[in-house]
């Protein structure tokens, strides 16, 4: 799987929006973009995943790069919980292995 | 309740015990991940298996071994324990359906089990 950089920590206070990057130059055509994050003591959860076209849901928006060589989670409006490490991860979406390749992720730390 | 339950949650043992970790999961999923993760790291997994008789080592599974008793049960034994395993150890599901043509399986994850090895 290509690799992701995210950087290490992001501050946010709360209830403003967060704009969480991630870049993946080495991204392949067959590559989906993923987000997981960690609460603190939690296992990952999934927040959102895209391919080429911009996605919302209830949790979260990513936007991608025309490119496709970077993209952002977007928290429209940050809350206490929503503190975690997030991670960026690239999957091809032709790979029946279904494996997640976490690296370090972004911590983020939300200010009251 | 829980759909991807872990147990023990929290244990200590001394090197060269022999520990089992072990994980249920009530979501019908077929696969299933046994991962780690140290401190201020991101996880790394250690081994899967798709189905019952399906069983594969993953990046890091040098000291592990895994058994898939059935469907919703996946066990990770550490033979003989070494400080160095010490560690945050996560069970994740998924399932194998395809969507729109794609395999796109998102994956749940356990609460974790903190194990510590002396």
């Known amino acids: 799987d290509a690799k992701t950089t995210q950087p290490n920590s992001m501050e946010s206070n709360e209830e403003e929006p967060v704009h969480l990057p991630c870049n993946h130059s080495?991204?392949?055509?067959?590559?989906?973009i993923h987000w997981y994050r960690q609460l603190p003591s939690q296992g990952p959860e999934y927040v959102i995943h895209g391919l080429t076209s911009n996605v919302n849901n209830r949790m979260a928006s990513l936007a991608i790069a025309e490119d496709r060589k970077s993209s952002t989670l977007i928290l429209h409006r940050a809350t206490l919980r929503d503190a975690a490490v997030y991670y960026c991860?690239?999957?091809?979406?032709?790979?029946?292995?279904?494996?997640?390749?976490f690296g370090g992720g972004t911590r983020l730390m939300v200010k009251p | 309740d829980a759909d991807v339950t872990q147990t023990p949650r929290n244990r200590i043992t001394k090197t060269g015990k022999r520990i089992m970790l072990e994980c249920s999961q009530t979501k019908g999923h077929d696969r299933m991940y046994w991962y780690r993760q140290d401190p201020g790291l991101g996880l790394r997994l250690i081994y899967y298996s798709f189905d019952v008789k399906d069983i594969n080592k993953g990046e890091i599974s040098d000291g592990y071994s895994v058994s898939r008793q059935a469907q919703a049960k996946f066990s990770l034994s550490l033979e003989s324990a070494i400080p160095n395993q010490t560690a945050l150890y996560f069970c994740?599901?998924?399932?194998?359906?395809?969507?729109?043509?794609?395999?796109?399986?998102?994956?749940?994850f356990g609460p974790g089990t903190r194990l510590t090895v002396l």
């Open positions: 991860i690239l999957r091809d979406f032709g790979n029946a292995g279904n494996m997640l390749t």
């Open positions: 080495t991204i392949s055509g067959t590559d989906y």
């Open positions: 994740a599901t998924s399932d194998s359906l395809k969507r729109d043509r794609v395999t796109y399986n998102e994956q749940f």
